[in-house]
């Protein structure tokens, strides 16, 4: 009898131990997938960190740039600037911003008052980037199909900058517009269409 108890304390032991050791295993395991998610947030975190740097002690400056001359170029280009022409005409305008001119002041009259793309001023008391500097980046973007450091060049517009711009742009088109132009074809519509 006691030898039957014994081997039946055995295995009761054993199952216990059995069972400490499956949840000892399963809290490893969730530990471990824990601190790897956690270790993927932190290399997130630190890539965009590298990404936005700026003003903060220890991280590289700000690049330089002009926004008097990025505007200034767009203005060039485009508009009367010092009693001058400018330099590309009502065709280049519209294969450059994919839409005529009326359309754009339209779209520029509506949105320069936007949060985003107010002209403000930096900690410094600089004026930052001007409305129709953001507007031709995100045209640029949506228009031709480049990427969003490419415009820097031409409109003085960090990448970061650029990426802001067109989201902005494209959700103010979508609540502005969207009851306007983006509503059901009529059967007037239609009819006209096929006409």
Known sequence: MDVHD???????????????????????????????????????????????????RGRAPNKKRDFNLGLRNILRDFWDV?????????????SRFRMPRAVFMRVYDDIKDEPFFRQRVNATG?????????VVAALRVLGNGEAADRPDEYVRLSKSTTNAAVKSFIEFIVNKYESTYLRATTDEDITRILA
């Open 126 to 134: 600089r004026p930052q980037a001007h409305p129709l500097q953001k």
């Open 6 to 56: 014994e081997a039946h304390g055995d295995d009761m032991g054993g199952a216990v131990d059995q069972d400490d050791f499956s949840s000892g295993l399963a809290l490893a395991v969730s530990h471990h997938l824990w601190l790897l998610q956690l270790a993927r947030l932190v290399r997130g975190c630190q890539r965009w960190w590298r990404r936005h740097r700026g003003s903060v």
């Open 82 to 94: 010092d009693v001058e022409p400018p330099v590309f005409d009502e065709g280049d305008f519209e």
